[in-house]
């Protein structure tokens, strides 16, 4: 379970280059992965063999990926994607509060503003590119939730159903 903080990290470097995407059509040498996203090949073979050692990619041949069907849930497309919740989690922005935890915890302060010096609704407006990110992790995350909502609970009895904090009313347009 320690080593979650790693696994944190390969699926937030992964996530954000598209490693998934690439190999959708099938196996890609390092070579190839490299220069599709701009990595330095050595080192973007040792991040696959970590992304291998967690089931999420497969070395078809020497020096050849691509997902397993646990990895192809980092795909842009798949359904019940977890791309953006990987790349919100493994985030230079949003993955080192959680190392501020213990500090919460003892004191009832904010681990996001101890790292970044505001709340996390102070600090996603000034940075668009993580605003981005967490809209569509919650997207993501609201659709699959949405449908569970939808499929436990009976709504014939309801008029008016409120989505507070609904973001794009994504549950609403479920329900």
Not at 36 to 60: C, Q
Not at 78 to 88: G, K
Not at 144 to 158: M, P, Q, T, W
Request: hydrophobic share 45%; with cysteine.
């Amino acid at each position: 379970m320690a080593f979650g903080v790693a696994q944190t990290a390969l699926l937030g470097t992964a996530a954000p280059l598209g490693l998934a995407d690439h190999v959708k059509d099938g196996p890609k040498s390092v070579a190839a992965l490299a220069e599709a996203t701009g990595t330095h090949p050595p080192t973007l073979t040792r991040l696959m063999d970590g992304l291998v050692h967690l089931g999420l990619f497969v070395e078809t041949a020497p020096g050849q990926f691509t997902c397993t069907p646990l990895g192809a849930l980092l795909q842009t497309d798949a359904p019940q994607s977890v791309r953006h919740f990987a790349m919100l989690m493994g985030g230079e922005w949003f993955g080192p509060t959680w190392l501020r935890l213990a500090q919460s915890v003892r004191t009832g302060t904010s681990a996001f503003a101890s790292v970044l010096g505001m709340n996390i609704y102070s600090y996603l407006p000034q940075h668009p590119a993580a605003l981005a990110v967490f809209q569509q992790t919650m997207r993501d995350l609201s659709s699959d939730e949405g449908l569970a909502v939808r499929d436990a609970y009976d709504f014939a009895g309801c008029h008016m159903v409120v989505d507070v904090g609904g973001g794009r009313g994504g549950l609403l347009a479920i329900l």
